[in-house]
């Protein structure tokens, strides 16, 4: 048995022992801790033994003959960056998580495992099943336990999400056709080849890839389909927002650097298809920024600004080379952890003040420095401050859209998008320093009361931190397997 | 062994069932135990025999007994055992509304309600061998007659008196469509069996328009059988009215043995070089794309459960209509004859489930409305979970049987390029997803009136358990269904 | 082939000829001329044409009505094979002799059960 069937099917049993009465806490605790371990060591090891880059700790069984589905797990690079990412932030999510309902914990376990289980599979079967498993306990907790217009979020992410999976389903459908060797339909992502269309048939591929795009974007709130995300995360509890805007909605970045993109080379270089991505992406940076600017509460102002940072990321996809990738993977792990870092305190917050808008708010930093402190670094993080994790993610994008450049012949599309998108970072530093000041400096706001959180609720804040440092400083720590994978399954 | 023994079998021990109830001095329970153990038997002996059943030769004119065949009436035995089952669920209210001020004892009606049910599993057993005119609609008229009475048996009750009534006029509007239909096709190729007609509609000569008015009757008579839009006025009160067990019953029992039927005649109609063939399809795919979209998008407005089950079952009849519509495509691997068997043993465990659950809330005294349903999941965790994995089949998330069904449907319309009816099939499930959410929102949600615990006997725990597990088996491992189909095709 | 209906068309011929002679004849013979009252009236099998128009019957008479209609049509079924009889069992076998018995057990049954039903007491 593979180690990476284990840590998927042990967040699927601790979620059903807690459902039937296991101590709810103590058990999601340990199993996420316990995956922790794993992850990381199994990721240590590959960063040792596989230079190549290549899958390892693969397993394979069969469930249906044909169409050839297996329940395949293997982990290169890539998709143990994604496994850290979920299995870091699951921890903190159920550590920072206390006295709360049985259900609770049994979704925040079962989003985990479908987070993993997607980004584990070499199958796209199950990449794409494990992935709507997490719907339900996505959607119940939002609509039994969230905040404000909880109901409506919920209704919202639903649909969006299912319409954007069925829309997705139909271009995996495609992928499957026209990828399979010949004669034999196979949902292996290793039997699949390169869509290779001549003449006449290869608008097959451009068309498919676009749907895929549709699919995946909607997953990620690509702009214009981004309007769930907003609302679902401003109204979700606080492990669900973390798991969700932190992991999950990872995945659909992930599915197209998995899928789309090595299947169908060149398509991305389609010239419509890059000028629809590069408009999309910039309604992201550019109109859900100037949204994000507009807000008055802190869990709106999150909300958006995580629909805005995942513009930088399509562009990092849509540069199409390989550096471009490596820094969007790179982004896509600091993002989560930054990202997961602000929603805990937006909870901690909430919890304790009652009130999330800027002009209730004020001088926090007095009673609750070290509050003010992890704020001050996931804030940094998040703007794309040196030193943290964001920096090298976005500083490699931004340089993977230059190459090639030719002076002679002025900016292509793809690098004028890049400059607008560079106007982007001002935005968010706009908004999230301001955010940061009405929170806890100036006049402190009558009738508040914060103190910092006891010591044992600091440790998910300052696991998560250390780990925007760790990264920040040392890049090339996940860098180095990132690319290696990224090389190895056939991007350039 | 001849399977027709089987098919014999059950009918004997229906009969002897209906001639002990009027003399059984002791409980009538005993009768639901006996026709329990009888389906047991009939399902083993048609499991360890299937693969030595042979027809003989006076009867291969017919009636056969290929892969198909066997699948349906096993489909048919397991969806009676589990209709007897939840029928013990429901006793209570069904004697309430059975048993007049004056009547001998308390279980009145439970005898007859247990030996019906037997000949309608005969009737939807024969219909799955079937392959000529007269035995389809001798089989398909057994299953009917029993479902009037059946379906009105609560005859204190006006609902079910009413859906009685309904029932009766358009089931014998469609049967009249169907002999028609069969008259016109029988008068214009000479042939009664299935086989020769085919043989007729490839070598026929001349103007086809004839031809297509019989197969456009046929498909009519049928589609009121597996309740396809525009056939399908008669659902929603039918299914509200009818007892709970029946419901499920005429649902998945009744639906599966007319898409046997369906399959069969689809076949015939649509086989290479039939002149019309073309046209036959087309009628599917604009039956298909009505029901799909009519089916869902009525589903969202409802209150009351049972109604709404009654539309998402007719939303599931187009998904099925779109895969045999596909009935030329040979991307999948997979023949449209089998997707269709696989989505219905998907739809048999999920439909089933919701059923249970609403008899036994239903006979202590929680009313259907969905309303009523609320806080169940924090009362009762286990059945909460358990009808949770059934609506998320139902609205085919993926790792539940309900997935792999809708993949299967959307795979075939894609590869046989039916774009339009793709477009309809998603905007159906998402559509769906709504529905069935809301259902599950519902269960969770805290309760208004403090109401009482569900309880449920140990044999339908045992079907529960079953049922579930078949779901998630089905989801994640697929093949175990595809072996059973694949292995009947050879 | 026509000719092969011509006894239906005599037997029509006789049906309409007694209808309408036996009209005739009652107009020729009686007195036609006189009318009253109750010869006016609706004849209806001696009873008197009065009361609601729409009577309410005892339910008893519905199922033993049904049950006669069932029973009687069991008999349609026996002639088609009693007539094929003879020639079935020589060239093929007795299978025809014990369909027929099968049949009329299902019947036998369904008698038995409505007997011990009570759906042929006439007194509660």
């Known amino acids: 048995m593979s180690p990476l069937e284990i840590i998927i099917l042990l967040p699927i049993l601790a979620a059903l022992a807690v459902w039937l009465g296991a101590p709810s806490r103590g058990t999601s605790l340990a199993i996420s801790l316990v995956n922790l371990a794993i992850v990381a060591t199994l990721f240590v090891q590959y960063s040792g033994q596989h230079v190549d880059g290549k899958m390892a700790y693969q397993a394979a069984h069969t469930v249906l003959t044909t169409p050839h589905i297996q329940f395949a797990v293997g982990a290169d690079g890539l998709s143990l960056t994604m496994a850290l990412l979920t299995t870091i932030v699951t921890a903190a999510a159920v550590w920072c998580t206390v006295d709360k309902e049985r259900i609770y914990y049994t979704a925040s376990l079962l989003i985990s495992a479908g987070a993993l289980g997607a980004f584990l599979s070499t199958d796209i079967f199950f990449l794409y099943a494990f992935h709507e498993l997490a719907l339900i306990p996505t959607f119940l907790i939002i609509a039994l336990y969230g905040h404000g217009e909880k109901k409506e979020a919920a209704w919202k992410i639903t649909l969006y999400l299912g319409v954007g999976s069925l829309i997705l389903l139909a271009g995996l459908a495609g992928v499957v056709w026209l990828c399979s060797p010949k004669g034999a339909l196979t949902f292996d992502l290793a039997q699949l080849k390169p869509f290779v269309g001549k003449d006449n048939a290869a608008w097959w591929g451009t068309y498919c890839f676009f749907t895929l795009l549709l699919g995946f974007g909607t997953l990620v709130s690509l702009f214009p389909f981004h309007s769930w995300a907003a609302p679902a995360y401003a109204s979700a509890p606080t492990p669900i927002a973390m798991l969700h805007s932190g992991v999950l909605k990872k995945f659909g970045l992930y599915g197209l650097i998995r899928i789309a993109l090595p299947l169908f080379p060149g398509a991305i270089h389609t010239p419509w298809i890059q000028q629809a991505l590069l408009l999309m992406l910039l309604g992201n940076i550019l109109v859900v920024g100037l949204i994000t600017i507009h807000q008055r509460r802190l869990d709106d102002l999150l909300a958006n600004s995580s629909v805005m940072h995942m513009g930088y990321i399509f562009l990092g996809l849509a540069s199409g080379n390989a550096l471009g990738i490596n820094g969007a993977v790179l982004l896509m792990f600091a993002h989560g952890i930054s990202i997961s870092l602000l929603f805990l305190l937006n909870g901690k917050l909430r919890n304790q003040v009652g009130t999330l808008e800027f002009d209730k708010l004020g001088g926090l930093a007095t009673n609750a420095p070290f509050l003010s402190i992890i704020f001050g670094i996931a804030a940094f993080a998040s703007i794309g401050l040196p030193g943290l994790a964001n920096f090298a993610g976005e500083v490699l994008i931004f340089l993977s859209t230059f190459q090639g450049f030719d002076v002679t012949k002025g900016f292509t599309m793809l690098q004028i998008t890049t400059i607008l998108s560079l106007w982007g970072v001002v935005i968010s530093a706009v908004y999230m320093l301001r955010a940061y000041r009405k929170i806890f400096f100036g006049a402190p706001a009558s009738g508040l009361f914060v103190s910092d959180p006891t010591l044992s609720q600091r440790v998910p804040m300052f696991f998560l931190s250390a780990v925007l440092l760790i990264v920040g400083c040392q890049p090339s720590l996940l860098l180095n397997v990132i690319q290696s994978s990224i090389t190895a399954i056939g991007l350039k | 062994m001849n399977p027709l023994n089987i098919e014999l079998g059950l009918g004997v021990l229906g009969l002897l069932l209906l001639l002990a109830e009027p003399f059984l001095s002791s409980s009538r329970k005993v009768l639901a135990y006996v026709a329990i153990a009888g389906l047991l038997v009939a399902l083993l002996t048609l499991i360890t025999s299937g693969g030595s059943m042979s027809v003989p030769a006076t009867m291969q004119e017919f009636y056969i007994a290929d892969a198909l065949a066997l699948f349906y009436k096993g489909v048919a035995i397991i969806s009676t055992l589990a209709v007897i089952i939840i029928s013990l669920e429901y006793a209570p209210v069904l004697n309430k509304f059975v048993a007049g001020d004056n009547a001998r004892g308390k279980e009145a009606g439970l005898g007859e309600f247990v030996s019906l049910p037997l000949f309608v599993c005969v009737g939807m057993m024969v219909m799955a061998s079937a392959k000529d005119l007269i035995t389809i609609f001798v089989s398909l008229e057994l299953v009917t007659v029993s479902f009037y009475v059946l379906v009105s048996f609560m005859r204190r009750s006006a609902m079910s008196l009413e859906a009685g009534v309904k029932y009766l006029i358009l089931g014998a509007l469609s049967t009249g469509l169907l002999v028609y239909g069969m008259a016109w096709v029988y008068g214009l190729t000479g042939q009664m069996s299935l086989d020769g007609i085919q043989k007729a509609l490839v070598n026929w000569k001349g103007d086809n328009t004839p031809l297509l008015f019989g197969a456009a009757l046929v498909l009519a008579g049928l589609g009121f059988k597996v309740a396809a839009v525009p056939f399908q006025i008669w659902v929603p009160d039918v299914y509200q009215g009818a007892p709970t067990p029946i419901t499920a019953f005429l649902s998945v029992g009744s639906k599966a043995a007319g898409f046997a039927v369906l399959t069969r005649v689809v076949e015939t109609f649509t086989a290479k070089g039939s002149v019309i063939g073309d046209q036959v399809i087309q009628l599917l795919l604009i039956l298909a794309g009505a029901t799909i979209l009519v089916g869902n998008l009525s589903a969202i407005a409802q209150t009351n459960f049972k109604r709404l089950l009654g539309y998402s079952s007719i939303a599931h009849a187009g998904y099925l209509l779109l895969a045999l519509a596909c009935v030329h495509q040979h991307s999948l691997a997979i023949a449209p004859r089998n997707i269709v068997a696989f989505y219905l043993a998907t739809y048999l465990p999920m439909t089933f489930l919701c059923f249970l659950v609403l008899s036994a809330a239903k006979a202590q005294g929680v009313g259907e409305d969905l309303k009523s349903l609320k806080g169940l999941g924090h009362k009762s965790p286990l059945l909460g979970l358990a009808l949770t994995i059934a609506l998320a089949s139902l609205a085919g998330l993926p790792l539940t049987a309900g997935f792999m069904g809708k993949m299967f449907v959307i795979f075939a319309a894609t590869y046989e390029s039916n774009y339009l009816c793709l477009a309809l099939a998603i905007i159906g499930a998402a559509t769906g997803f709504y529905y069935y959410f809301k259902v599950i929102l519902t269960i969770y949600s805290t309760p208004e009136v403090e109401t009482e615990k569900i309880r449920l006997s140990v044999l339908s725990k045992v079907m529960l358990g079953v049922f579930v597990a078949a779901i998630i088996v089905i989801g994640v491992y697929p093949d175990a269904i595809q072996h059973v189909l694949v292995a009947a095709v050879k | ?124």
């Open chain 3, 1 to 124: 082939m026509i000719e092969s209906y011509l006894p239906i068309l005599i037997q029509a011929l006789i049906a309409s000829g007694f209808a309408g002679v036996t009209l005739l004849l009652s107009v020729m013979l009686g007195k036609s001329s006189k009318r009253n009252a109750m010869k006016d009236s609706a004849y209806e099998c001696g009873m008197l044409p009065l009361g609601e128009a729409q009577p309410r019957f005892s339910v008893k008479f519905y199922i033993v009505a049904m049950l006669f209609v069932l029973f009687d049509i069991e008999v349609v079924f026996m002639y088609p094979w009693a007539i094929i009889f003879k020639d079935y069992v020589n060239t093929i076998g007795h299978d025809i002799f014990w369909s027929m018995m099968g049949f009329v057990s299902i019947l036998l049954v369904a008698f038995i059960y409505a007997w011990k039903k009570g759906a042929l007491r006439w007194d509660n």
